[in-house]
């Protein structure tokens, strides 16, 4: 009984609370059975939209022109529906207004629309049951006259709750900044890639009502820059703001944002848009000039020439308790920024006296103050008593260490408790201007880009981030690469600083000048760089591993440092297709073991350093194009590249200049035996796996060495292949195979004699489609008998070093 009145009240709770404060309306109904015959009055409530402050009808205007009164029953089958005009709507003094309806005999609920028109196939499905929640609108969004809903039983009327909260059909966002950027002045902003259309009901407050709808919408103009911009509800990772501002007086430049939450770990979470939402960005550092135009911005992802903190203005609540005579709920955690001292925690009880308590376990939570206070009025089903809705601020310090901290804010009400966990982030030490990390030896890279490390990572160097590499955090710390390091690290030496690091494979010295701290790799030597090393480690597995704390500013930092991978910078040189692979990449490298046959038809097993992506792919997951949850991972395919432009017979059988020209250091195209060697072994196999969502597909993924640990496997991802003699020309062939090309000629005793004109124009590759994977060959160019008719076929490669 209780476990059913809890989740009554969560989801009636939660339409109140994503609604919050209110500008206010009304309803009435008649001839049901009890239902007085000259109808029944509703207090209709609008909820709270505007920023931080309660909504009153001066700083709103906000309007019902029209309502749609829609009747069902109790198998939510339609019965019909009244239209009420705003002449008969009666504004009350307080914000709230009413109107008079009659109910429809059999009448088991109400569904309340305004300003919008409702058809009968909105109503009504093909089997004559309720469609609201499948009705949809791509009309332009109007804030004064908002299309709204809400929903009332007639078991409510007749106990005398005659409230109903109506709530948006969409959200919307604004922009502001922290008081302290005097060099940098917003002048517009707009959110594009938002939904092109909601629904006018939602079955959920808390996921978006179409998760799989076109998320294409893009605004002709920006809002001014104190401005807001209604949008519908839309799925995670879909949408971004732009921002237009200038820089330091200069020219208009324009700035990409993510709405995303920040963990704990330093890590990103998307975040869905929601109905009814407010999302408020704030800016809270500028580093850098934006890009010269919205397309250009819109096009990249986001970076860190600016900062910002987004805020939902209502934390959803989400953990309710019950006794015998009340309830209480909170929202869930909450995160914010290590120089954030401040954080809002909502919560709602129906103790009839609204007394509650707040305790923190945490000495950097000193205390609360007290925001605002809501009364809520009864939902549609909800069997319990009216309750207030609070919103506190809690007041912290400052968090001067790397590390994050969590502590706990219990909130009180009569006998019920519930904890609320506040996390706040540590110090920013990769973007403070005071300890800008050097990186140098990394071949290709401007003095700029030397000069600002964690900069430079941030905005050119593709496939780091932890979206990228499957949650695992890379861009925290200095890289030293696998195989052949060239690299090594310049940190400001601050007045007071004091240095530790316990790993020995690294060395901390501080140079002559006292500028810098000089990190480099131990095994390296001051004249050379060329020790093969590929051993993957990580300091902060066992180590503390460079820290610096400073005496006077009482920052401590830590670094962590990575023996996992390398960068590259990849060429257009070799590609074929419309689209290409360029710029900085980061790869990872895992050991992956083969079966390979040796020269005397024995077999052993052979370890290789395999690369844990493609060449020149952005991510190291796994793309197929059908399936819903991966279709839009096309970055894990990386580059399509030809593997020889051999011109004749005698250079097709030497001439591997294309194929030296694709290693990265001793990571090389990998050949025949190395695939086939993992598919012997059972370790390159298509497996049958699941999304999140249930949807199954056939995934082809390598079983690394590191199962236990950190990368337990790595995938080929379905990519197809081009044909062409140029870009304009390439066809795209076969989207539903996984193809990689081979270094490996098919050879004499698999095809041809090396006497043959045909010998070195055939390389064998990887096939998989399907349930079906096997190793292949294919001329690399169009032609017979030793000649190049110039049409070519290009593969995405992997590279090995053994």
């Excluded at 239209?83 to 003094?93: L, M, S, V």
């Excluded at 324009?254 to 800016?283: C, I």
């Excluded at 090389?668 to 060697?677: E, R």
């Excluded at 020309?729 to 090396?754: I, M, P």
């Amino acid at each position: 009984m209780y476990i059913k009145k809890l989740t009554i009240w969560l989801f009636m709770l939660l339409s109140v609370v994503l609604a919050a404060c209110s500008d206010i309306r009304d309803i009435v109904g008649g001839d049901t059975p009890d239902v007085p015959s000259d109808g029944v009055v509703l207090t209709l409530k609008l909820p709270n939209f505007t920023k931080n402050t309660v909504a009153t009808r001066a700083n709103e205007q906000q309007q019902i022109n029209k309502l749609c009164v829609l009747c069902y029953d109790a198998e939510a089958n339609y019965l019909g529906m009244s239209n009420i005009t705003g002449a008969d709507i009666k504004p009350n003094d307080d914000g709230t207004c009413k109107v008079k309806v009659k109910v429809m005999e059999g009448t088991a609920t109400l569904h309340v629309v305004a300003n919008a028109e409702i058809t009968e196939s909105d109503a009504k499905d093909d089997n004559g049951k309720i469609n609201l929640y499948n009705a949809v609108r791509r009309t332009d969004i109007d804030l004064n006259a908002p299309v709204c809903w809400g929903s009332i039983t007639v078991t409510d009327l007749l106990s005398g709750k005659t409230s109903l909260t109506l709530v948006r059909q969409f959200a919307k966002a604004s922009v502001t900044k922290d008081a302290s950027l005097t060099n940098f002045e917003i002048t517009g902003f707009k959110i594009v890639n938002t939904a092109l259309s909601g629904t006018i009901a939602t079955r959920s407050f808390s996921e978006v009502a179409l998760s799989s709808v076109a998320c294409t919408a893009k605004p002709d103009n920006f809002a001014t820059a104190t401005g807001e911009q209604p949008f519908y509800e839309t799925p995670a990772d879909k949408a971004c703001m732009i921002i237009k501002a200038k820089y330091y007086n200069g020219p208009e430049t324009y700035y990409k944002v993510a709405f995303q939450t920040k963990n704990p770990d330093g890590t990103f979470t998307p975040m869905a848009l929601l109905r009814n939402h407010h999302y408020q960005v704030k800016v809270t550092a500028v580093n850098h000039a934006g890009y010269s135009s919205a397309d250009e911005a819109e096009a990249n992802p986001p970076e860190n020439r600016l900062s910002v903190v987004v805020v939902d203005d209502n934390p959803p609540i989400v953990d309710m308790i019950a006794c015998k005579d009340y309830e209480l709920g909170v929202c869930g955690k909450q995160t914010v920024d290590g120089n954030v001292l401040k954080a809002t925690v909502t919560f709602v009880t129906t103790k009839p006296d609204f007394k509650y308590n707040v305790k923190s376990n945490a000495d950097w939570i000193t205390g609360y103050t007290e925001k605002e206070s809501v009364v809520l009025p009864t939902s549609a089903g909800h069997p319990s008593p009216t309750g207030r809705q609070y919103t506190i601020e809690l007041s912290l310090t400052e968090n001067f260490e790397s590390a994050a901290h969590t502590g706990t804010v219990t909130i009180t009400s009569g006998d019920l408790s519930l904890d609320v966990e506040i996390t706040q982030l540590g110090y920013d030490f990769r973007h403070d201007d005071k300890r800008k990390v050097q990186i140098r030896g990394l071949a290709g890279l401007s003095s700029d880009d030397e000069a600002d490390y964690f900069l430079w990572m941030d905005t050119s160097l593709k496939g780091i981030s932890p979206a990228e590499n499957q949650g695992r955090v890379r861009n925290d710390g200095l890289h030293f690469f696998v195989g052949k390091n060239t690299v090594y690290y310049l940190i400001p030496y601050i007045d007071k600083d004091d240095m530790t690091c316990n790993d020995p494979r690294v060395t901390v010295k501080l140079d002559s000048d006292k500028k810098f701290w000089e990190v480099r790799l131990a095994n390296n030597s001051d004249e050379s760089y060329n020790v093969n090393n590929y051993n993957r480690w990580i300091s902060n597995e066992a180590f503390t591993i460079i820290t610096i704390t400073n005496a006077r500013t009482k920052i401590t930092v830590t670094y962590p440092v990575y023996h996992v991978g390398l960068f590259a910078q990849l060429t257009t040189n070799y590609q074929l297709g419309k689209s290409k692979a360029s710029g900085w990449r980061y790869y990872e490298m895992v050991d992956v073991e083969a079966k390979v046959t040796k020269k005397d038809g024995t077999t052993e097993n052979k370890i290789y350093h395999m690369l844990d992506r493609n060449l020149g792919a952005t991510n190291n997951g796994y793309y197929s194009p059908s399936t819903t949850a991966l279709k839009d991972n096309k970055g894990a395919i990386g580059g399509y590249f030809k593997i020889s432009e051999a011109d004749n017979s005698n250079s097709a059988k030497t001439d591997d200049h294309v194929v030296k020209a694709l290693a990265i250091g001793d990571f090389k195209v990998c050949d025949n035996m190395c695939l086939q060697g993992l598919i012997d072994n059972n370790n390159l196999a298509i497996v049958e796996e699941k999304t999140h969502y249930g949807e199954v597909y056939n995934c082809l993924r390598i079983n690394t060495e590191d199962m236990d640990r950190d990368i337990p496997e790595i995938f080929i991802p379905m990519s197809g292949y081009y044909e062409g003699k140029n870009d304009e020309d390439a066809v795209y062939k076969d989207s539903y195979h996984a193809n990689l090309w081979t270094c490996s000629r098919l050879s004499d005793y698999q095809g041809f004699s090396e006497k043959s004109p045909e010998y070195g124009f055939w390389y064998l590759y990887l096939d998989a489609f399907g349930k079906s994977l096997n190793m292949s060959n294919y001329r690399f160019v169009s032609g017979s008998s030793g000649k190049n008719k110039g049409r070519y076929r290009a593969m995405p490669v992997r590279l090995v070093a053994e």
